[in-house]
Structure formats: C-alpha cells, structure tokens
C-alpha cells in the first residue's frame, strides 16, 4: 500500500491500523511540494528507528536517477529497517543496474552486507513494458515488478476504458515476462478507490493473469486483495489430495495418480505444491 510519507496522520495509520503485505513509503509523485521530500525522509527514518513498521516489509518509493533526489533517498534511507525501494519511472535494464550499483557502494561505505536492499522497478512506460524482462535480470535485487497503469497509458497516448482493454496487453505482458524470471509480478493499483465492485472484477481478472499482488491506494481494498491472492479453503483442499493421491501413487508403484478419470500430471502437481507453499507462508505470517 502507498503511503505518502510526509503526511503524519497517514504514516501513522499505516504503523498502527494497517494490515499490507508491503508498505511502499512515498518519497516520490505524492509527496508535494518539493521541501516536503525531506519531510518524507525524515519521517520514514523517525518511524524506522522507533521501531514502529518492525516486522514489516519497507519499501520507500524513491526519486527516479534524472529527479536530482535519488542519491539523498537512498544515503538517508539504507538503515536496518528498510526492506527496500521502489524505483519508480524503470525504462530499461540499465536503470536497475544503475541502482543496484549505487546500493552496492552505499552497502560497501555503511559496512552492510551487499544485496542487504532488494528492488521493485514500477513499470510505467511502453518502453518498460516492452523491456520487463531484461529489467527483471538487470540486478539480482530485484524481487517484484509493479504495474503502473496511470503513467502508462499517459505514455502509450491511449484513453482509460471501463473495461480495462487499454492496458490488458501490458498487464499480460508484465506479469509473462516477470514470471519467466522468477519475479513476482503485482498489479497496478485500482484508481477507482471506492468502487469495491470494479476492484473485485479487476482483482478476479489479475489473479487469472498470473499477478501475485495488487498496488493499494486504499485501506479499505485491502480486505478484498487479500482475499483474492490467498489460497481459499476449496484450493488448499483440493492442493492436499493432489500431493496425497500423487505420493500415494508414487508409495504403490503406480508411477501416475489419477482423480475422477483424470490424471494428476507433473503441472498439476507443481500448482498444488505452489498453493501449499503460499498457505504456509501467509500462515506463519499471522
């Protein structure tokens, strides 16, 4: 969920009501005017160190490399706490590679280990969508990529339609070309806030593409976005009987299960096992 970090009464909701998987710290477009950039720093440092997002993933939104600000969103921010960043306006690998170099130095002089800071590059342009891939291997930090669908139909110079056909191709391509990396591909968010309806259909659209998240405007989405990107209890129960039938085959010789004359093959497996994985996660989590 963004957070605008210069605004204390939202920093504060988000250190104390707020259930996000990630917090993305805003440094960059929310955050007017520009003195208040440093407020923004300030704050997220003051929250970190008071220990007020322990146990949270911390991504701060920073300045892009042509904004005169990444250098002093990243010195100030490379602290114990901070999970990571958000590297808004990624266009090509080598504005990842850059930023991962950058980091490897700041790591180096602080005395962190190297790779302590991960990335999530904001897809934003046509270029980005087109590049996903190389910028998803441009930098091993790079855990997930985000969509941002604003930024990039102003680019593409289409027109928002109610039924999301103006970014369904980049929403495909960003979330194929993620997952061919190994990254985590996460939706871009829902502009329409308070229409919990168009979220639920954009949420069953984007767990249909492959997304592993969704960008949060919102506290009150969150409800519904955890709802869709967590395994159901049908699909934990049906994932169990599928390693239990496939194991049970395996102990008796059969070689291959089969369920109600159908064959429990090796992709069937892997999704079962993907959904068991992720149950586990988000339990251990609660």
């Not at 605008?4 to 707020?18: I, K």
């Not at 970190?48 to 892009?64: K, L, M, Q, S, T």
């Not at 901070?82 to 930023?99: L, N, R, S, V």
Request: proline fraction near 5%; include cysteine; charged fraction near 25%.
């Amino acid at each position: 969920m963004f957070v605008p970090a210069h605004n204390e009464r939202l920093m504060e909701s988000a250190a104390t009501r707020c259930n996000a998987d990630v917090l993305l710290l805003d440094i960059e477009d929310s955050v007017q005017p520009f003195e208040n950039k440093q407020v923004a720093r300030d704050n997220i440092l003051r929250y970190v160190r008071e220990g007020r997002f322990a146990g949270r993933a911390v991504y701060p939104r920073i300045n892009d490399r042509e904004s005169g600000e990444l250098l002093r969103d990243v010195y100030q921010l490379t602290v114990p706490g901070i999970t990571g960043f958000m590297y808004p306006k990624a266009t090509k690998a080598e504005d990842i590679y850059f930023i991962g170099k950058l980091l490897e130095t700041i790591e180096y002089e602080k005395g962190l280990p190297v790779g302590t800071f991960k990335l999530i590059p904001l897809i934003e342009t046509a270029g980005a969508v087109m590049n996903i891939q190389s910028i998803c291997q441009a930098c091993n930090r790079v855990v997930a990529v985000a969509f941002g669908c604003e930024d990039f139909v102003t680019d593409l110079q289409g027109k928002h339609d109610a039924e999301g056909v103006s970014i369904l191709s980049a929403r495909t391509m960003i979330a194929m070309g993620a997952r061919a990396c190994g990254v985590q591909p996460i939706d871009t968010v829902h502009i329409k806030v308070h229409d919990l309806e168009d979220l639920e259909r954009n949420l069953q659209l984007s767990k249909k593409l492959g997304f592993e998240g969704m960008l949060v405007l919102n506290p009150k989405e969150l409800p519904l976005v955890h709802q869709y990107y967590s395994p159901s209890d049908e699909e934990v129960a049906w994932a169990k009987e599928m390693v239990e039938l496939s194991d049970e085959a395996v102990r008796e010789g059969k070689g291959v299960a089969v369920k109600e004359g159908k064959f429990i093959g090796p992709p069937m497996l892997k999704m079962a096992r993907n959904i068991l994985r992720k149950h586990e996660l988000i339990q251990a989590k609660q």
